[in-house]
């Protein structure tokens, strides 16, 4: 298991079900962490940094080696869509559980995949690729392109993902900052600085197809996922199926991103992003080679186990699911340790108490545990809280039952945003585009006012002093945090995975 | 039963009073059921469960879906005044510097360019003043609470 946290915990749970012992890797930062005890063996790697350690391609083919996998499962981030690894772990006589090099790198580089999809006859987004390696040559280039691809442009990364190394430019006179700081971001995340355009279409949904591809010629869609909301480029609330999708629609980008798949050979699970214009009009975005965050929706609605498949076709195996049947309908919120009302900026903190939220049609994948400490060390995303219900309007009802029952104290979480967005009118309407925060707090988010219980609040904290429940406080938390004044930053972007 | 906390407007101090089992403040009503459960009859009617934890010095409190920090100021301690340093709420690594020692800045001015959390944040200045001392240069490490720079 090449990856950590949340997704690793996925991943060795499914290894478990299906008999196959397992090996997780882990940095000594992580030692401890809920995923290492999911598995049979641990390898603890060398090294302080991230570089050193989830992402030391050698060392980790080493630990694979060492134990005596036979696999090698990336997740997602980390070295999930680096082709020379996914070369590398072959190379080595281990199974890579994901396509192909080829194929990661064909869909890897945003430039090669949109020319390869043109060719497959499916859909792009208008715009330009500009292959200038060369800092001013490409920077003269890309100003050039943008007069014709025309404003508000999207500036992104050729080897980008996740909103790193991307920019929107409304304003011809910001662009060459744009253009620069894109590049200078996709230089430190991804040691490629080559950017491309196209167009933004505003309005638009962002909706992608789940696909599955097997060693024996088959190649299927699960239906769609929406995953619209999105705070600078990243998905904070998905769902399955979109509310706006009709089965045509749905068969028609179904097979657009089959034919997206079978055009570069694909093998194993895999998702085809899409923009949806108010117009009806679908374009390819990009194809993620790998499991995806928000997977879990789609297994909810389908009944399809996307990451027991993937460990099936890596082992030659047919897959196992039959034709598409949708059931219901699924919706994902992720929990990050942010402080929504202050530009989204990660926190970090002891997890004093974190209680999750129960009861049926309720599923929680997450990474940590009561007792754990947030550090600054990965990503800030906590948990994925994800609900089922019979239909949509059910599902909401029960996702904001379960954000009002989710308790994480010690450290600051988006639980309210998530609460507070159940209730926006676009997201109880389904008309949700991937503007729709912007839109709806264009000056950021607050928590609505609520002094009453804000003074309840301080009767429990006062009486809860009085009574000293602080010393029998079972999790050990004894750090004092110095909260102090309002913060100077704000975030800009975030750059890794 | 008096507690000092902090809030917004300065020090807040609350007195507490207790009939028989039950806490009250404002009108408000607390309970506590067995094994540290609170129990609150708010002053409109509604009632709801709270947990709590203390972390430091400030207790988090969830009640109705909805997270509260209160800082608990203990008696004696003197409140952390703001100096006008800029100061790193987590630790991370300086990408640029923006200004110079002796520079005149605006409210709002972005002054340095910080990589925490794996994103990156600008910060700017708090109020109009005069860049007096810059603590890092480009790439150096900087803890939590380090001082990144002065403005007077």
């Known amino acids: 298991m090449a990856n950590r946290g949340e997704i690793a915990c996925r991943i060795l749970r499914a290894c478990r079900e299906a008999g196959h012992p397992s090996v997780a890797i882990c940095a000594s930062n992580d030692a401890g962490s809920m995923f ?24 980790i083919i080493q630990a694979a080696k060492d134990t005596g996998a036979t696999a090698i499962h990336p997740g997602f981030g980390f070295l999930s869509e680096r082709a020379e690894f996914a070369n590398a772990v072959q190379s080595a006589g281990l199974t890579w559980i994901g396509p ?46 943008s007069t014709r691809v025309g404003y508000p442009l999207l500036l992104k990364a050729s080897s980008g993902g996740g909103g790193k190394g991307m920019r929107a430019v409304h304003d011809p006179a910001d662009f060459d900052q744009a253009a620069a700081g894109a590049r200078r971001e996709a230089v430190t995340a991804f040691g490629d600085g080559r950017i491309y355009i196209e167009r933004l279409l505003s309005g638009s949904k962002h909706i992608e197809i789940q696909v599955l591809a097997d ?63 108010p117009s009806g009009e679908f374009f390819f975005l990009e194809m993620n080679t790998r499991i995806q965050v928000e997977h879990p929706v789609t297994e909810m609605v389908t009944g399809v186990d996307i990451v027991r498949e993937q460990l099936r076709i890596a082992d030659g195996e047919p897959m196992s699911c039959g034709d598409l049947m949708l059931r219901g309908h699924a919706i994902e919120v992720r929990l990050y340790a942010e402080d929504a009302a202050n530009g989204f900026l990660p926190s970090i903190g002891p997890l004093a108490v974190f209680r999750p939220p129960e009861g049926p049609g309720i599923r929680l ?12 060390n990965y990503d800030p995303m906590l948990a994925k809280l994800i609900v089922w219900a019979p239909s949509r309007h059910e599902a909401l009802q029960k996702m904001r039952r379960a954000l009002d029952e989710f308790v994480v104290l010690g450290t600051t979480t988006n639980i309210e945003f998530l609460r507070d967005l159940c209730d926006a009118s676009p997201v109880v309407n389904g ?45 050990g938390v004894a750090a004092s945090t110095n909260n102090g004044p309002v913060s100077p930053f704000t975030t800009v972007q975030r750059r890794f995975p | 039963m008096q507690h000092t906390f902090a809030s917004k407007e300065g020090p807040l101090e609350v007195s507490l009073t207790k ?19 609170l129990h609150l009859t708010l002053r409109d009617g509604r009632t709801c469960l709270a947990h709590t934890a203390k972390v430091g010095d400030v207790w988090w409190v969830h009640l109705n879906g909805r997270t509260y920090k209160w800082e608990r100021i203990e008696p004696g301690s003197t409140g952390a005044e703001d100096e006008g340093g800029l100061v790193a709420p987590m630790p991370g690594k300086v990408l640029e510097v923006l200004v110079s020692e002796g520079d005149n800045v605006v409210a709002g001015a972005p002054l340095m360019v910080l990589e925490a959390m794996k994103m990156e944040h600008r910060i700017v200045a708090s109020n109009d003043g005069t860049v007096t001392n810059i603590h890092f240069n480009a790439g150096d490490q900087v803890a939590q609470g380090a001082t990144l720079l002065d403005l007077e």
């Open chain 1, 36 to 59: 290492t005890e999911m598995a049979d063996q641990v390898v603890l790697l060398n090294g302080e940094t991230i570089a050193e350690t989830y992402l030391d391609q050698e060392q």
């Open chain 1, 215 to 277: 060693q024996h010629g088959r190649t299927i869609h699960l239906g769609e996922r929406e995953c619209s909301v999105q705070r600078r480029h990243q998905k904070v609330f998905e769902e399955a199926p979109g509310p706006t999708m009709n089965p045509e629609l749905r068969e028609a980008m179904g097979q657009a991103a089959v034919a997206a798949a079978e055009a570069v050979n694909y093998v194993g699970a895999g998702t085809v992003e899409f923009l949806l214009a």
């Open chain 1, 365 to 376: 994948d997450t990474g940590v545990r009561e007792g754990d400490d947030v550090t600054p």
């Open chain 1, 431 to 475: 008309s949700t585009t991937t503007t729709t925060i912007d839109e709806l707090w264009p000056n950021g988010w607050n928590p609505p006012a609520a002094p009453l219980l804000e003074e309840a609040a301080l009767l429990a904290a006062a009486s809860a002093e009085t009574l000293g429940l602080h010393r029998h406080q079972t999790n």
């Open chain 1, 100 to 145: 192909s090099a080829l194929a990661i790198e064909k869909m890897g580089d945003k430039m090669t995949a949109r020319q390869t999809m043109r060719a497959a006859g499916v859909p792009v987004i208008p715009g330009e690729e500009v292959e200038e390696v060369d800092e001013t040559k490409a920077l003269d280039a890309l100003r050039e392109a």
């Open chain 2, 19 to 37: 009939i028989a089992e039950t806490f009250v403040l404002e009108g408000h009503e607390l309970r506590q059921h067995n094994r540290g459960r």
